[in-house]
C-alpha cells in the first residue's frame, strides 16, 4: 500500500483518483478566474460515477486535470497512482495515450467524418500491428453492438450510435479510466438510457473506472455514485439506496417512475465548512450570509436568524 506524505487523504492501491485540495487558476493579462478552489474528491477503482453540477461550478475543469489537458495550479493530483503535478510532457503524452480515454458531447471531437466507423477505432492504435489493430477495432464494435454499423461513415450514422463509436474509440488503447463529458446531451431519453447501459456492460465486463459529468438528472439518479460541484467545490454526494443497488443492472426496470433513488449527503472539508444547497436556503427565507446553529437531542439545526 502506497500512502501520501502530509496529506488528509490516503492514496492507497484501490484507488484510482485522488484529488487533494485541488486549485486550478486561469489567468488572462486583466484577470484571474478561480476554476476550482480546493476540491477534495477520491474515486475508487472500477467506480462507475457521475460528476454534476451547473454552468461554471468547477466540473469540466476538473475533467480536464484528471484528462491531462490541464495542468492543475496547487494541491495534490493522482490517477491511478500517477502524480500528475511532477509529469514531464512525454510522460504527459504516455499518460493521455495508455490511461485515459475521452468521449466528448460534440462528435466532431469524436469521429473524423471521412472514415468509416472502423476505421475510425483504429485510428488510436497508431503503433499497433495492422491485424492487431483490426481485430481490436471489430471486438470494440461488438462490445457496443454495431458491428454491422462498421462500414458506415458519421452522416450515415444516428446521434446515440455516434456516440458508442465513441465509446469504442476511446477504449481502442484499453485506459484504466474512461471521462465522459456529457456524453447524453445530443440523444434522446432512450438513447441515454442505452448509453449508460453501455457503460455499465464496459465497467462490468472490462473493469474500467466511469466518471461522467453530466446534466442528465435522469442519468445521474441510475449509477451507485453522484458527486456535485458548486464553485470549484465538493459540496454533496449522492449514494444510492440499497433498495435500489439491485436494481442497477435490470433493463427492465422503469427508473422513470421512481423520484428518489439517492442518499443525499452535505460534504465537509478539511475546515469543517460545508456548502448548504441555495434551493435549502430559499426555504428557510435566508437573504444574508448569516445563519442560526443549534445542537439539540443529537441532531444540529440551522435555522434563519
Known sequence: MTEMNSSSETLTDNTMILCDNLVKIYKTKDLEVLALQGLDLTVEKGELMAIIGNSGSGKSTFLNMIGGLDRPSAGKLYVDGKNLFRMTEPELVEYKKNTVGFVWQNNARNLLPYLTAWENIMTPMLFAKSEEKKQRATELLELVGLSHRRNNRLNQLSGGEQQRIAIAIALANNPKLLLADEPTGSVDR??????????????EQLGVTVVIVTHDKGLAKKVNRVVSIRD????????????????????????????????????LDRAGRLQIPRELLDKLGIEGNKVKLEYKNGVIMIEKP
Open 190 to 203: 432512450n438513447t441515454s438510457d442505452y448509453i449508460l447501459d453501455v457503460f455499465r456492460e464496459l465497467n
Open 232 to 267: 470549484g467545490k465538493t459540496s454533496s454526494e449522492r449514494i444510492m439506496k440499497s433498495d435500489y443497488l439491485d436494481k442497477l443492472g435490470d433493463v427492465n426496470f422503469n427508473w422513470n417512475g421512481v423520484a428518489d433513488t439517492q442518499e443525499e449527503y452535505a460534504v
